[in-house]
């Protein structure tokens, strides 16, 4: 797995195991604990938080690295990124092999 940036959002957080789960755009799942989270004195981790990460696998696990939360100024731009990579169209196959002009 590429160890691109991903923007995701929280989709589970246990503050007592402070543990979870962040879904990415794709609708991938990725494990995090708080070991691999960079945080201010002012952020809070909760459900639907926005998150900047770096995705990895541990055996057969997807889980997220370097976990942080976009600060406020730079929030509506990672937001509206995530939006649309959410809402791009993804095709299953190639249009060129399966498409002939007449």
Do not use: H
Request: hydrophobic share 35%.
């Amino acid at each position: 797995m590429s160890n691109s940036i991903k923007i995701g959002k929280i989709l589970w957080w246990c503050s007592k195991n402070e543990n979870g789960i962040i879904t990415d755009s794709d609708g991938l799942e990725f494990y995090f604990d708080r070991s691999v989270l960079s945080l201010t004195k002012r952020q809070k981790v909760e459900r639907g938080s926005l998150v900047i990460f770096e995705p990895s696998r541990v055996d057969s696990i997807l889980a997220a690295r370097n976990v942080s939360i976009p600060m406020a100024r730079n929030r509506k731009k990672y937001e509206l990124k995530y939006e649309q990579d959410k809402n791009q169209l993804k095709l299953p196959f190639e249009l060129g092999s399966s498409c002939q002009a007449s």
